[in-house]
């Protein structure tokens, strides 16, 4: 019995030598369009979709195989008499092979500056279509639309002359997987061209980038996917040059650390252990800012990730290497520094290419049965409403530690507190469940270094103990955003001790 196979594909990758060996199997090549010539030109022997529909390609080629010579072969039951009579009544033959993929629309809207007419135009309709049709008819017909099956499936024909159904069925699965992220990528790509900020469905999709060894404990299964449109400034995007694979502790704290690093314009280095960064440091030169980052806390540092955003020197990277680090996260590493460093086995390095970090996403949060949908809190202090609302202004120096606060404390887990000086952070306070208890954290932390030194709060004092329990330890300047409906207790209190006390009525609660 004939058998034929319909081949149509945008990535040609190895498609000469599948049809080949298809033709020497006995099947009969149906083609399309730049393949057909491909196939032609190599010696594979092909019939044009033309040939089979009698009607040849319209509208610059939009128009090919929707056509039930091509459609009717696809979906026909061969096991049912009725489906066979009417393919006998029209003429049509079956289609017992089908290797399609797409137009590059993901490829397409990734370059930059892409014009709208372009990525419509790689909007492929006949495409999918095809593959849903022998997808849906799997029973029938194998489906391929990954080149990396081409060999197994040549294998299963070799062997037994036909795939197996249940590989037929996963080919089928594969596919519908294929086309619905296919149309995820337009559904996003159109939603943001027409504008729409709260779509009534948010088609998104992902890409397996690894399987996990284990998730937060060793008891949990864990795989890390990738947005396939998401910023190259980015854990999912990062490039690995040398260490152990990243686990699901690591890359969350990976993460946590480039979202702190990039606040900063000068040279900032960023010490993170369990999502909340215990070391900041900034400098003149990268050295200073990691000198910085490791005073601010050189006991928890240990076995943290570090993030730089500058290239890492042979200088930054001895002292890098006198302690245990998960990973060292940087735009590059000097050949020197990279030297040092894969000494150590184990040390994950990584690089992001930091002048890609200015694309803003959406933050997705699963929740039990749903998701929550926000923008990133890319609020900087320029855009707030900064009032003095006490007595004394802020020093120049106060000012500086001021700002370096508020850009740590918006990435520490509320209720938040952070001192600091101009230069580094000298404690931190997360994730508590009052105020006055993350300032008592952050302040023991800093310990006689808080004398003279600024605190940064995410949210407003409900009442005046946050206040009293700064002055207490030597605190000259405090930032927070106000709004509270006892706002003058704490004003009244800064006044009393001398502090500088600034509202930026912006909120920065991170939970």
């Not at 997808?135 to 294998?155: G, R």
């Not at 990730?305 to 200088?315: K, P």
């Not at 520094?337 to 390095?349: D, H, V």
């Not at 850009?407 to 580094?424: E, P, R, Y």
Request: proline share 3%; charged share 25%.
């Amino acid at each position: 019995m004939k058998k034929r196979a319909l081949i149509s594909v945008s990535d040609k990758s190895g498609v000469i030598e599948f049809a080949s060996e298809l033709r020497a199997l006995g099947f009969e090549i149906i083609s399309t369009g730049g393949t057909k010539r491909l196939l032609r030109d190599s010696g594979v022997e092909v019939i044009g979709v033309e040939d089979v529909t009698g009607f040849p390609e319209i509208l610059e080629g939009r128009v090919k195989t929707l056509h039930p010579f091509i459609h009717g072969g696809l979906l026909a039951k061969r096991g049912e008499e009725s489906h066979l009579e009417q393919m006998k009544e029209q003429g049509i033959e079956g289609i017992d092979l089908v290797c399609v993929n797409l137009y590059p629309f993901q490829q397409t809207i990734s370059k930059p500056n892409v014009e709208a007419d372009e990525a419509i135009e790689n909007i492929d309709i006949g495409g999918p279509t095809m593959l849903r049709a022998a997808a849906k008819n799997h029973q029938y017909v194998t489906v391929v639309v990954d080149h990396l099956d081409y060999e197994d499936v040549l294998a299963e024909l070799k062997v037994n002359g036909v795939v197996p159904h249940e590989k037929r069925r996963k080919l089928a699965a594969k596919v519908f997987r294929h086309t619905a992220a296919y149309d995820a990528y337009i559904a996003e790509y159109m939603t943001e061209l027409a504008g729409e900020e709260n779509p009534e469905r948010l088609t998104r999709t992902f890409e397996l980038k690894q399987t996990l060894r284990y998730g937060e404990n060793p008891h949990q299964e864990a795989s890390f996917y990738r947005s396939a449109l998401g910023s190259d400034f980015s854990i999912a995007m990062a490039r690995q040059l040398h260490g152990k694979e990243l686990s699901y502790n690591n890359i969350s704290d990976a993460n946590a650390a480039l979202q702190i690093v990039k606040e900063f314009d000068g040279p900032a280095a960023v010490a993170v252990k369990h999502m909340n960064p215990c070391g900041v440091g900034v400098g003149e030169t990268i050295l200073e800012a990691y000198e910085k980052a490791y005073e601010a806390d050189s006991t928890s540092i240990f076995g943290g990730i570090v993030a730089l955003n500058r290239q890492v020197d042979e200088a930054t990277a001895r002292l890098l290497h006198e302690i245990f680090l998960e990973i060292v996260i940087a735009p590059a590493f000097s050949d020197e520094a990279f030297e040092i460093l894969s000494g150590k086995k184990n040390i994950r390095l990584m690089t992001v290419p930091f002048d890609s970090l200015k694309k803003t996403e959406r933050r997705l949060t699963s929740v039990e049965g749903g998701l929550l949908v926000q923008a990133d809190d890319t609020h900087t202090l320029e855009q707030a409403d900064v009032r003095v609302v006490t007595k004394r202004q802020p020093t120049e120096e106060e000012w500086d530690a001021l700002k370096l606060g508020w850009k740590v404390v918006k990435h520490v887990k509320s209720n938040a507190i952070v001192v600091t000086d101009d230069q580094m952070t000298l404690g931190v306070g997360a994730g508590q469940m009052n105020r006055v208890g993350a300032a008592k954290i952050a302040l023991e932390q800093a310990g006689e270094r808080a004398k003279g030194a600024s605190l940064a709060s995410d949210a407003f004092f409900p009442m005046g103990d946050t206040v009293e329990t700064a002055a207490a330890a030597g605190i000259t300047a405090i930032i927070q955003p106000g709004g509270s409906i006892r706002d003058e207790e704490s004003i009244k209190k800064a006044d009393e001790h001398g502090i500088a006390m600034v509202f930026t009525g912006v909120r920065h609660f991170k939970h």
